[in-house]
């Protein structure tokens, strides 16, 4: 029996696993340093690996992507990025995905020209390339930083009438909390490193996990998340507080598109960020209208993958699903405009117009021109970024 369609290619985008620092995020811009994967977070990212590997490499699923290797890497066949910037949380993640991905195997081995076969060490460890972007580098994957239009998102946001509202909401919550915080701001404002310090401290320090009450990390998460949920969307699809995503478009984009091509080698392609683009993700493709609860902040080692398929008549559909990490032991299709998959095209036709795919328009929509490389520019003849240009009007 011949399937109605063929797994040609999938498009990953992984959320990092557990770290041991709180990551201090500044409200107003959300400028940050990375902290440093723990044991637990590498488990994590290997048993994604493992999943994805059950998944998409066994030949036996009904997800097995046609034409890839499974046993033995073919680092032709594969495309992984990930955030270098500042700690190694995101880049390590990405390594301890692909150990899962592709396990240790005695097949990994050559013959020399004397007959002895030699296998790579850790029996049979494969070395999967991982291409780590740093900060100064490009901001496709840091994209809200030193952005100045997303900061002037952030000060609309903490003014305005729905942080006002929500921060009267979580008042008795704040004032609860603010024993355990060992100083830090409880403002709502402050909510993101709120939560991520409550998080951290609950997850490895015992005696606070034995003195804290569960429900108050309950509603810490619940509160995160509304926090979140503002920060990363906006009222229009190209608006800059969808900018996580913005820049992760056009690679995904070019990425399906070359799936298509019949010299094409990528089967799998792997992009590993920290939680802000999935919110921003599920909102322009309109994910939270049939399923709300994935709105706010996905856990470590969530996946979002972008399956390619190709019909008997040769037309290409994309189908998005999603795992909001370990705890969660299977893939679950979300709707994109209410659909359980789209066209290529008429994803591409629906966000391709909100995409910023270079440096340069980075520098444009963020009304940047000096930092993270856009001094090199010439904004001299823009009326918006150097109004004395605009003569005669």
């Avoid at 994967?37 to 490499?57: D, K, V, W």
């Avoid at 470590?300 to 990490?325: C, D, H, I």
């Avoid at 036709?349 to 328009?361: A, D, G, K």
Wanted: glycine share 6%; hydrophobic share 35%.
């Amino acid at each position: 029996m011949v399937n109605a369609s063929t797994l040609i290619g999938v498009v990953l985008v992984a959320r990092h696993g557990d770290r041991a620092s709180t990551v201090y995020q500044n409200y107003s811009t959300y400028n940050s340093v990375q902290g440093y994967l723990t044991p637990l977070g590498a488990s994590q990212e290997y048993e994604l690996g493992q999943f994805l590997r059950n998944t998409y490499l066994n030949s036996q699923s009904p997800s097995y992507i046609q034409g890839i290797n499974t046993d033995v890497v073919d680092v032709d066949q594969l495309y992984v990025r990930a955030d270098a910037g500042g700690g190694d949380v995101i880049l390590d993640s990405a390594y301890a995905l692909m150990q899962g991905l592709y396990p240790p195997t005695p097949q990994s081995c050559i013959t020399l020209g004397n007959g002895k076969v030699v296998t790579s060490p850790l029996g049979g460890y494969q070395y999967v390339p991982v291409e780590s972007l740093e900060f100064w580098q490009a901001p496709s994957l840091t994209s809200w930083m030193e952005c100045e239009y997303f900061q002037s998102h952030l000060s609309r946001l903490n003014s305005g009438v729905v942080f006002k509202d929500l921060t009267a909401t979580a008042a008795p919550f704040l004032q609860a909390v603010t024993p355990y915080l060992n100083g830090m701001n409880n403002s709502f404002l402050n909510m993101w490193n709120i939560y991520d310090y409550l998080n951290v401290q609950y997850t490895h320090n015992k005696t606070f996990y034995e003195g804290f009450p569960q429900t108050l990390m309950e509603q810490a998460r619940y509160f995160a998340n509304l926090h979140e949920q503002n920060v990363f969307t906006d009222s229009v699809a190209n608006g800059v507080g969808q900018i996580a995503i913005r820049t992760l478009w056009p690679e995904i984009f070019w990425t399906l598109g070359n799936m298509t091509l019949a010299n094409n080698t990528i089967k799998l392609a792997l992009t590993e960020v920290d939680y802000k683009p999935f919110i921003s993700m599920f909102n322009v493709t309109n994910a939270t209208v049939t399923n709300p609860e994935i709105s706010g902040i996905v856990d470590y080692a969530s996946v979002v993958a972008l399956e390619l398929s190709q019909n008997t008549q040769g037309q290409y559909s994309v189908a998005m699903k999603f795992k909001n990490g370990t705890n969660d032991d299977s893939f679950h299709t979300l709707k994109m405009w209410g659909n359980d998959s789209i066209s290529l095209d008429g994803l591409k036709h629906n966000l391709f117009w909100t995409t910023i795919n270079s440096t340069v328009n980075w520098c444009f929509s963020c009304n940047q021109t000096v930092l993270r490389g856009c001094s090199v520019f010439n904004y001299s003849n823009d009326p918006f970024l150097n109004p004395t240009s605009a003569t005669g009007y």
